[in-house]
């Protein structure tokens, strides 16, 4: 068997270690695998890492996960891209950087219940040394945890990975996500114009107030809203552009809004 991981989906696990340095946190890991004949030459790709989603709670040796949230990143994510659930990673204080007896009962409750249909479960641990995060790949499988490699590559040079390409706007779950992003504008009362860029993503072009020789731009990657849009000020007179962080991007789930990125910003 060999691993593949995005580096999306790393940089989303380090992202969400360091938003909680002081307690565990944790998500869901979603993928692919592309099974040739010989097992050997099996292989699981990663796709996407989530955070806990924002109804989780978390101690410093402890988390729970929200699991209405993670169901609907699961769903929106086999629509999009038909990816799968794969495994869990979560966090360890300390550098105690193997999964514990607990995660091992756990996850064999998982594979040994049915439900999810694999006979092994990745469960990378995170770790964080002076912020530095380290991430620990493992699997779980016939009642024990075995560490492995694997290989970190960019997102869209994934092995057999065509379908992570698609658009989130030419799904029926994304055409919705739009609509409610457009009512959102519209009762904000922010002006916005959509454009398409060559590559196929959609980039929001939002008016602001205070300035009207500038905007907020926003591109929305290939698998919006699981990951947070882009946001950078357009000045229209010189043509630059300056990235832009607030709120809601940095502590992104689905529950926020293109609009209270603008709403943030002003
Ligand atoms: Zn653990």
């Not at 979603?30 to 010989?38: C, E, I, K, S």
């Not at 609907?72 to 038909?82: K, M």
């Not at 009642?143 to 029926?172: F, I, K, M, Y």
């Not at 043509?239 to 992104?252: F, H, I, Q, R």
């Amino acid at each position: 068997m060999k691993y593949y991981i995005s580096e999306k989906a790393l940089e989303s696990m380090e992202r969400e270690c360091r938003r909680s340095p002081n307690t565990e946190t944790g998500g869901i890991l979603v993928g692919y695998r592309a099974d040739q004949d010989a097992s050997d030459d099996s292989k699981v790709i990663i796709t996407h890492a989530s955070g806990p989603g924002p109804e989780s709670s978390a101690s410093a040796t402890h988390f729970v996960k929200d699991t209405p949230y993670l169901q609907s990143v699961l769903e929106l994510l086999f629509q999009y891209h038909q990816v799968n659930y794969l495994g869990v990673w979560h966090k360890h204080p300390g550098d105690m950087s193997w999964p514990s007896s607990g995660d091992v009962s756990s996850a064999m409750q998982e594979i040994e219940g049915g439900t999810v249909g694999l006979q092994e479960l990745v469960t990378p641990i995170a770790t964080m040394n002076s912020g530095r995060v380290e991430i620990h790949p493992h699997v779980i499988r016939d009642g024990s945890a075995l560490p492995v490699s694997w290989e970190s590559v960019p997102h869209d040079q994934l092995p057999d990975g065509r379908s992570v390409a698609n658009q989130w706007h030419e799904t029926e779950a994304g055409l919705n996500r739009l609509k409610e992003e457009m009512a959102e504008f519209e009762a904000q009362d922010i002006e916005v114009e959509v454009r398409r860029g060559d590559d196929g993503t959609y980039r929001f072009h939002a008016s602001l107030d205070d300035n009207p020789t500038r905007k907020l731009v926003l591109l929305c990657h290939a698998d919006y809203p699981i990951t947070p849009p882009d946001a950078a000020l357009y000045d229209c007179p010189s043509g630059d552009y300056e990235p832009v962080d607030s709120e809601p991007l940095s502590g992104w789930d689905l529950t926020w809004r293109l609009a209270d990125v603008c709403v943030a910003r002003v």
